[in-house]
């Protein structure tokens, strides 16, 4: 009996640790309060073994998370009222956090909706668009960036949905953390924006 409540007491004490450790956000006025920013929405997270080829916005275009999707691109827009948002960088901290889907269903989102969108594949470490788009990576990013002189129209490539282009990473490189914060990058990125 002894033992039994002691090991609930630690299995308690446990539970108290590990929820005082916990450091993520569950609420958006946490986002508010802390940040100074406002939430543009809320993508629900893929459930374990779900087919992460499989686009959203195309596969159940009527979904709730497809409309979640619609929703955040309408918020973009809203926020943009002021000034002309060309660009919009998806990222996050770690591996496998949902970077490429968020991109491409918000990609796909934004040219159902009419707009000239150009998706572009800049994780050279674990690339995943071209297989979501069933596109080649043999030709992309890095060798844009490698070579100086190239048009980034001739590395763009159609997809089966209109108003939407890849740009795929191409082969990887030894350092991409550097090819990225290059110059290059920068003038790849203006030439990006005014198409």
């Known amino acids: 009996l002894l033992a039994a409540v002691v090991g609930g007491m630690v299995a308690l004490g446990i539970i108290f640790l590990l929820e005082y450790l916990d450091d993520t956000v569950k609420e958006p006025e946490v986002i508010e309060q802390t940040l100074g920013v406002g939430v543009l929405g809320f993508i629900s997270q893929n459930p374990v073994g779900a087919d992460l080829e499989k686009l959203t916005m195309q596969a159940t275009p009527r979904s709730p998370d497809a409309e979640a999707y619609r929703q955040l691109r309408t918020n973009i827009q809203y926020v943009g009222v002021s000034r002309d948002i060309k660009t919009l960088l998806i990222t996050s901290t770690n591996a496998s956090e949902g970077k490429s889907t968020i991109a491409s269903n918000l990609a796909l989102s934004l040219a159902q909706a009419g707009h000239q969108t150009i998706l572009v594949d800049a994780d050279l ?26 048009e980034v129209e001739a590395f763009l490539q159609p997809t089966a949905v209109t108003n939407l282009r890849l740009l795929p990473s191409g082969p990887l490189p ?20 005014e198409k």
């Open 174 to 193: 030894p350092y991409p953390s550097e090819m990225l914060m290059s110059d290059r990058m920068q003038q790849i990125m203006n030439q990006l924006g």
């Open 125 to 150: 470490r674990l690339p995943t668009l071209h297989r979501r788009f069933h596109i080649a990576n043999n030709n992309g990013l890095t060798n844009l960036l490698l070579d100086k002189t190239g």
